[in-house]
């Protein structure tokens, strides 16, 4: 039903509105700025060097030739696009769905799902912890990426806690039907483990539903256009509920998911689908596993990127030990390495920063964890590229 959530819409009549505004520092004012809350955190996200790089990452599959594939960038407008047209409908706040929509994924590393399960084996290992996505994507807005103030000074990016809240929230995993908002104001860096809460706000929610709406249909199409679903295209069909000779549409499958979503949400309930639309979503899911996820045809993929992140990892370690040793094997990549490094480390820094000095340069496991940092920064491209400079002579 239309508009049937906008009284727990983010808006100030909202009992939670002051802790969904809430920044750790309070941003410039310049007197004439017109945009709201939300509106500033969109706009600090679209302007950053990070949400630039997202057009060279993967999502699922590894096509940097094919301009056709999804990438981590189309995928987030995907998703912002799904969440503008439910928020919309159901009378929340558009500006909060659509911040939180463009950066849900901005944590994401080279090589899409398959470098972060690297990248997570290698923080297991020498940190103690797992990498996951959505945690590194709230830990890199609160203190990895920098805008440049009104006074040409680099700043955090001091997004909302709403904001904030839906990255770290949106793992679009959904296993029941009736996604809600939790009620507690948590400290964030309290999870521990993707899914551990609902969202802070009914907005959060939608983008994580929207999550999973946008990419199950998209990787299928990716996955006929590369040619990899040839032999599962009649259980697809049935799958679909639809004729051999009908086109396989991911705006149809976007558009029925939607619509039924929109149609079953009510405060009591949540947002809901109907028992076959969810059935159908989870067996959608399931096909995407056995036929896409798990083909083996990503499988040299996988351990081309193993190799590529692990040498660069390695390399990189060095630099902790025997500094002077690895810069003279190495000069540009570990000049490139220093000059992000100095922009967080607690020596000395160029007058500019005034960011959070995130890392004690002498101690062991920070200068790994900022490896970590650095390495999930970069584009593909960019990773391959260094990759490359280490092996050859």
């Given at each position: 039903m239309?508009?049937i959530?906008?009284?727990c819409?983010?808006t100030n ?6 802790n969904?505004?809430k920044?750790?520092?309070n941003?410039y ?6 945009r709201s809350d939300?509106e500033?955190?969109y ?11 997202m057009k060279h990452k993967?999502?699922v599959?590894f096509?940097?030739?094919n ?6 960038m189309?995928?987030?407008?995907l998703?912002?696009s799904?969440s503008d ?5 159901l009378?929340?706040?558009?500006e909060?769905?659509k911040a ?6 901005i944590g ?6 398959q470098?972060e399960k690297?990248l ?5 290992k020498?940190i103690g ?7 590194n ?7 990895i990426?920098l ?7 680099l700043?955090?990016?001091?997004l ?7 990255i770290i929230?949106?793992c679009?995993?959904i ?5 809600k908002p ?5 400290d ?12 802070y706000?009914?907005e959060?929610?939608?983008?994580k539903?929207?999550d ?5 249909g998209?990787?299928?199409q990716?996955?006929i256009t590369?040619?990899?679903?040839n ?9 679909l509920?639809?004729?051999k ?12 998911l ?6 079953n949400?009510?405060e009591?309930e949540?947002?809901k689908?109907?028992?076959?639309a969810?059935?159908f ?10 036929y896409?996820y798990l083909?083996e ?7 081309y990127?193993?190799l590529i ?7 990189l ?6 500094k002077?040793?690895?810069k ?11 000059d992000w490094?100095?922009m967080?480390?607690n ?5 500019v920063y ?5 890392l ?13 940092y650095?390495i999930?920064?970069?584009t593909?491209n960019?990773?391959i590229?260094?990759y490359?400079?280490i092996?050859r002579?």
């Amino acid at each position: 039903m239309k508009n049937i959530l906008e009284n727990c819409a983010a808006t100030n009549k909202n009992i939670k509105w002051n802790n969904m505004i809430k920044r750790e520092n309070n941003l410039y004012f310049r007197g004439n700025d017109i945009r709201s809350d939300f509106e500033r955190d969109y706009t600090r996200i679209i302007h950053s060097l990070a949400f630039r790089r997202m057009k060279h990452k993967t999502q699922v599959f590894f096509s940097p030739v094919n301009d056709h594939i999804c990438t981590r960038m189309e995928h987030i407008i995907l998703v912002e696009s799904i969440s503008d047209t439910i928020a919309n409908y159901l009378g929340l706040n558009t500006e909060l769905t659509k911040a939180i929509a463009m950066v849900h994924d901005i944590g994401h590393s080279p090589f899409g799902h398959q470098g972060e399960k690297i990248l997570s084996k290698i923080s297991q290992k020498d940190i103690g912890r797992t990498f996951w996505h959505e945690r590194n994507g709230m830990e890199i807005v609160d203190k990895i990426i920098l805008l440049e103030d009104d006074k040409q000074n680099l700043q955090n990016l001091n997004l909302t806690y709403s904001v904030m809240d839906g990255i770290i929230s949106h793992c679009g995993e959904i296993d029941e039907n009736g996604l809600k908002p939790r009620e507690e104001y948590i400290d964030l860096y309290k999870y521990e483990y993707p899914n551990q809460f609902s969202p802070y706000t009914w907005e959060g929610c939608v983008v994580k539903i929207a999550d999973k709406i946008a990419y199950l249909g998209r990787d299928i199409q990716d996955a006929i256009t590369l040619g990899i679903l040839n032999g599962h295209l009649k259980e697809l069909h049935d799958l679909l509920n639809i004729d051999k000779s009908d086109a396989i549409n991911n705006t149809i499958i976007i558009n029925n998911l939607v619509y039924d979503l929109c149609e079953n949400s009510n405060e009591i309930e949540g947002l809901k689908f109907s028992d076959n639309a969810f059935e159908f979503m989870n067996k959608l899911k399931e096909y995407n596993y056995k036929y896409i996820y798990l083909d083996e045809r990503l499988k040299p993929s996988t351990d081309y990127f193993e190799l590529i992140l692990n040498t660069i990892y390695n390399t990189l370690k060095r630099y902790f030990y025997e500094k002077e040793h690895i810069k003279r094997i190495y000069p540009e990549i570990i000049k490139e390495f220093e000059d992000w490094l100095k922009m967080y480390w607690n020596n000395e820094r160029h007058e500019v920063y005034k960011n959070k000095v995130i890392l004690n340069i002498k101690d062991e496991k920070e200068f790994y964890q900022a490896i970590i940092y650095y390495i999930s920064g970069m584009t593909d491209n960019y990773a391959i590229d260094t990759y490359n400079k280490i092996i050859r002579y």
